[in-house]
């Protein structure tokens, strides 16, 4: 088992900054790789970023590419989202998840969640 607790969302004004983490625990060795995901209101969840458990590959979802970076710590067995150039439209609970497989862009495969955390970005 994995456990993932987020932490570092709140209020920001549209072009500000933030930095999301995504701290694990338990079996984390067996994960193949991390991802972070959002749902607004009324939507789908949705994939942001993905990182491979070396941080060698990455992924970004079109909407975010050039705004947000993903990275991670494995010492400190943490993952990260940088957030610049906030939007109103990332206002979305943002969800940690990781998954033992390689097909780290597809969301369906994820089968460890952190309990999400609310970013809300003011125009």
């Known amino acids: 088992q994995v456990q993932l607790v987020e932490s570092g969302g709140g209020l920001v004004q549209a072009g500000g900054s933030l930095r999301l983490s995504c701290a694990a625990s338990?079996?984390?060795?067996?994960?193949?790789?991390m991802a972070w995901f959002r749902q607004a209101p009324g939507k789908e969840r949705e994939i942001v970023a993905a990182?491979?458990?070396?941080?060698?590959?990455?992924s970004y979802a079109d909407s975010v590419k050039g705004r947000f970076t993903i990275s991670r710590d494995n010492d400190k067995n943490t993952m990260y989202l940088q957030m610049n150039s906030l939007k109103p439209e990332d206002t979305a609970v943002y969800y940690c998840?990781?998954?033992?497989?390689?097909?780290?862009?597809?969301?369906?495969?994820?089968?460890?969640w952190g309990q999400g955390i609310q970013v809300t970005v003011s125009s």
């Open positions: 990182i491979t458990r070396s941080g060698s590959r990455t």
């Open positions: 998840g990781a998954t033992n497989s390689i097909m780290m862009t597809t969301m369906s495969v994820y089968n460890y």
């Open positions: 338990g079996r984390t060795s067996s994960t193949y790789a």
